[in-house]
């Protein structure tokens, strides 16, 4: 029997164990039997076995259904570990990244595939203070340099922008790399 079950027969009808279980739903069945009982009366103490029974079956299935609760949570549990554990070493990675880029000596960036600005270092920054407040990561590079051509920014592309079309920004990126690297 159901040790839940069990509990709330004993708590409830007095019924200690499985033999009293067992003793009174004999007297049910044979008083179930005896002439005088209702049909309704008769009907009740006959299916009290079967009754009980389903009662323990919703027992047990709410013992499965908290051990399956109860593993789904482990799982979640365990895989928002892992993701979590997987967060801190991108952000130490990070970090780290960024760090090094703000410590070397010479002006450095990085573009996305997108040409937009993901990060600089102050080296980069201080070739650039007439335009410093455009290098700002999301900025694409065609924006950083056309508006700080419009500045004067970039002595060498003065013009550039309005006469050149198209390649103006393959001229003007190739005129500030041989800048930065001369």
Partial sequence: ????????????LGIADQDGYARVLAEAGALAL??????????????LDDFLQRVEASYEQADRDLELRTRS???????????????RADVAA?????????NIAIGFTIYDPAD???????AYLSFYEESRDLIVPGATF???????????????????VERAG?????????????????
């Avoid at 029997?1 to 409830?12: E, T």
């Fill in 142 to 160: 065609e924006e950083i340099v056309r508006q700080g051509a419009e500045r004067g920014q970039y002595k060498q592309a003065i013009g550039w």
């Fill in 166 to 182: 198209p390649d103006c920004l393959d001229r003007i990126s190739a005129e500030i790399n041989g800048a930065l690297r001369g």
């Fill in 1 to 12: 029997m159901h040790k839940g079950l069990q509990r709330q027969l004993k708590r409830g």
């Fill in 73 to 87: 949570l482990e799982l979640s549990s365990a895989e928002l570990n892992a993701a979590n554990s997987r967060l």
């Fill in 94 to 102: 990070r970090s780290l990244l960024h760090e090094a880029v703000r």
């Fill in 116 to 122: 937009r600005l993901v990060m600089c270092n102050e």
């Fill in 34 to 47: 005896q002439p005088g009982v209702s049909a309704e009366l008769s009907a009740l103490l006959r299916g």
